[in-house]
T-cell receptor
Framework: DVKVTQSSRYLVKRTGEKVFLECVQDMDHENMFWYRQDPGLGLRLIYFSYDVKMKEKGDIPEGYSVSREKKERFSLILESASTNQTSMYLC?????????????FGPGTRLLVL | DQQVKQNSPSLSVQEGRISILNCDYT??????FLWYKKYPAEGPTFLIS?????DKNEDGRFTVFLNKSAKHLSLHIVPSQPGDSAVYFCAASDWQAGTALIFGKGTTLSVSS
C-alpha cells in the first residue's frame, strides 16, 4: 500500500514564524505535490516537483517555498507565516510511469496562523 | 481563470436515489479526468477516471460520463448511500504534456437516509 505521510495533523503558529511542513512517501514516486484546501476554493496547487532538487511553481506559490533534497521527502516552507495561510495543506505523490489515478494524498496538515 | 469548474457547491440526495455531480472545463488540451472523494480530516482518495478517448467509464455504483464537445463531465452515483456523503473533487490534466492535476472547487454531497 502506498503511504504518504505528513509530519503533523494540526499545527498552530504565530504570524511571522517560519513554518516547515514535511511530507514523506514510501513508494519511490518521482512526482510530489503540495496543495492547500480552503472552503469554496477547492484544492489549489502550490508547488510540485518532478525529481530530486527540481521544483515547479503551481497556481499559488507566493509566500511559500519548497525543498526536495531526497526523493521520498518534499517539504513546504512558509518563510514568514501570515494569517491568510491558515488552511488545510495536502501533500501528494505520483509515479511517472502510472496513470494520474495513482496520485495518492497524505492525510493533510491543518495549519492555524494566529 | 478557473480551468475546472464545479458550479454546485452542494447537493442533497435521498438514500437510494441517483446523485449527479457536474464538472465543466475550459482547456481543450485536457485529456484525462478524475474524480476524488474527500472526507473531513482526511486526504482525497481516487474514485474513478476517464480518458478523453472514452465517453463513459463505470465502476460499480459510480459512472463518469464525458462530453468533449461540451467540455463537460458528470459523476453518477446509483444508488446513493449515506456513506457517500463527502466532498467530491473533479480534476483534469493534460496528461500527454505531463502537467499537474487541476482541481475544481468541490461539491459537498449529503445523502440522507
Amino acid at each position: 500500500d502506498v503511504k504518504v505521510t505528513q509530519s503533523s495533523r494540526y499545527l498552530v503558529k504565530r504570524t511571522g514564524e517560519k513554518v516547515f511542513l514535511e511530507c514523506v512517501q514510501d513508494m519511490d514516486h518521482e512526482n510530489m505535490f503540495w496543495y492547500r484546501q480552503d472552503p469554496g476554493l477547492g484544492l489549489r496547487l502550490i508547488y510540485f516537483s518532478y525529481d530530486v532538487k527540481m521544483k515547479e511553481k503551481g497556481d499559488i506559490p507566493e509566500g511559500y517555498s519548497v525543498s526536495r533534497e531526497k526523493k521520498e521527502r518534499f517539504s513546504l516552507i512558509l518563510e514568514s507565516a501570515s494569517t491568510n495561510q491558515t488552511s488545510m495543506y495536502l501533500c501528494a505523490s505520483l509515479s511517472s510511469g502510472s496513470g494520474a489515478e495513482t496520485q495518492y494524498f497524505g492525510p493533510g496538515t491543518r495549519l492555524l496562523v494566529l | 481563470d478557473q480551468q475546472v469548474k464545479q458550479n454546485s457547491p452542494s447537493l442533497s440526495v435521498q438514500e437510494g436515489r441517483i446523485s449527479i455531480l457536474n464538472c465543466d472545463y475550459t482547456n481543450s488540451m485536457f485529456d484525462y479526468f478524475l474524480w476524488y472523494k474527500k472526507y473531513p480530516a482526511e486526504g482525497p482518495t481516487f474514485l474513478i477516471s476517464i480518458s478523453s478517448i472514452k465517453d463513459k467509464n463505470e465502476d460499480g455504483r459510480f459512472t463518469v460520463f464525458l462530453n468533449k464537445s461540451a467540455k463537460h463531465l458528470s459523476l453518477h452515483i446509483v444508488p446513493s448511500q449515506p456513506g457517500d456523503s463527502a466532498v467530491y473533487f473533479c480534476a483534469a490534466s493534460d496528461w500527454q504534456a505531463g502537467t499537474a492535476l487541476i482541481f475544481g472547487k468541490g461539491t459537498t454531497l449529503s445523502v440522507s437516509s
